[in-house]
T-cell receptor, first 110, second 116 residues
Framework: RKEVEQDPGPFNVPEGATVAFNCTYSNSASQSFFWYRQDCRKEPKLLMSVYSSGNEDGRFTAQLNRASQYISLLIRDSKLSDSATYLCVVETGGGNKLTFGTGTQLKVEL | EPEVTQTPSHQVTQMGQEVILRCVPISNHLYFYWYRQILGQKVEFLVSFYNNEISEKSEIFDDQFSVERPDGSNFTLKIRSTKLEDSAMYFC??????????????FGPGTRLTVL
């Protein structure tokens, strides 16, 4: 089983749509969870941390289910500028090692 | 806003040559990292560095790789004898974490290494 697994997509959605991405992780000892965004040939940038209680930042909502080892990201009212690859990231170990999923590609269209 | 910087942006080298990739982490950060991303693949952890020591390293980080913080600002990754499969984007990252809780890792823009 992959350490962090995501559907690679692409997800092609119209502007204004709501889209959801899911991710599963294999290491139950994982301590922290994130969604990063990566534009083509650029560095990963933190979108949001993910907490068990769920958290929201504007149009973005993230959820964590530790029992199922499952993380989700919901994007409401998608914009053209949301087009990117969304990386599910899990932190495990004392050295703050981040383990990345392969990413889910989102294309928002007019 | 403070940011991680990396030089060069693109490095082309011949197989077997040594390369040094340079990074300037955010100034008050304590943890430093190197990751790599082969074209079309996921970002992979190489090494983390704290208090002038390697904290953790991956299987990729073999004897050909080394890291150093030669002064108060730079953090370098050296590949002693490059192979074709070392061609990738190398990202440096830093965080303010003291090790007890994870802090955000901020990534530099990357160095694209091409080994011919």
């Amino acid at each position: 089983r992959k350490e962090v697994e995501q559907d690679p997509g692409p997800f092609n959605v119209p502007e204004g749509a709501t889209v959801a991405f899911n991710c599963t992780y294999s290491n139950s000892a994982s301590q922290s969870f994130f969604w990063y965004r990566q534009d083509c040939r650029k560095e990963p940038k933190l979108l949001m941390s993910v907490y068990s209680s769920g958290n929201e930042d504007g149009r973005f909502t993230a959820q964590l289910n530790r029992a199922s080892q499952y993380i989700s990201l919901l994007i409401r009212d998608s914009k053209l500028s949301d087009s990117a690859t969304y990386l599910c990231v899990v932190e495990t170990g004392g050295g703050n090692k981040l383990t990345f999923g392969t990413g889910t590609q989102l294309k928002v269209e007019l | 806003e403070p940011e991680v910087t990396q030089t060069p942006s693109h490095q082309v080298t011949q197989m077997g040559q040594e390369v040094i990739l340079r990074c300037v982490p955010i100034s008050n950060h304590l943890y430093f990292y190197w990751y790599r991303q082969i074209l079309g693949q996921k970002v992979e952890f190489l090494v983390s560095f704290y208090n002038n020591e390697i904290s953790e390293k991956s299987e990729i980080f073999d004897d050909q790789f080394s890291v150093e913080r030669p002064d108060g600002s730079n953090f370098t990754l050296k590949i002693r004898s490059t192979k074709l499969e070392d061609s990738a984007m190398y990202f440096c990252a830093s965080s303010a974490s003291t090790g007890h809780s994870t802090d955000t890792q901020y990534f530099g823009p990357g160095t694209r290494l091409t080994v011919l």
